[in-house]
């Protein structure tokens, strides 16, 4: 767990003022948004929700445990994906084409067949499929408001983001580094005075 550890990059959001009496608020916003299995004879492809931070497959989450010793949410974020790559369906169809062919003794199919059995042969390799699995830790400092999603990716943070202030119903803002100097209790002037600064050349200019 890279977050424990201390050895991952990650990006950082404010989450503003929390209401009282969050802990059983924000347990309901997890357990109603948590992770649910993609189930294979259905059509999606994709699906995300919250896991606790110990366990992939475990979701529920109580008020007595939501917080660390240390005021912490510790909780992740998995995003299950399971797609059949276009090379693994066109091979496997065109192998059920040949055979549904000589058993009929026929030369080909027609569309409707083809497409009819293309279907079919998504339905069974879904079936035989694991999905791929992707977890985030996610770390939510409840005193200072500050969140830490462990990933740099784009794609991996607008996943977050969309979860997170659907979930929790409070908007998320990227924090730059005057902002995480302020939620780690630098005084305004001294951040204005950081900000003034001008960057300095260190390396020699040769003529």
Known sequence: MGIVAGTVSYLRFVSGDLPEGFEVRF????NNHAFHEIDPSTDVEIQRGWVRFDDA???NFEPPT???????????LRIDTLRIPNVTLKAWTTREERERCVKLNRDK???KERDQLKLDVKKKLRLRSLPKM???EIDW???TGEVRLAATSKAIAAQFIDAFEKSFEIKLDPVGLLKLLA????????????A???PERFHLIRR
């Open 141 to 143: 400092n409840v005193s």
């Open 109 to 111: 199919l027609s569309k």
């Open 57 to 59: 497959f475990e979701a």
């Open 27 to 30: 347990c309901d916003a997890l």
């Open 66 to 76: 939501l917080l660390d010793a240390g005021g912490h949410m510790l909780f992740r």
């Open 196 to 198: 003034r600064l001008e």
């Open 183 to 194: 939620l780690r209790g630098m005084k305004e002037d001294d951040i204005d005075a950081l």
């Open 134 to 136: 992707q977890l985030v």
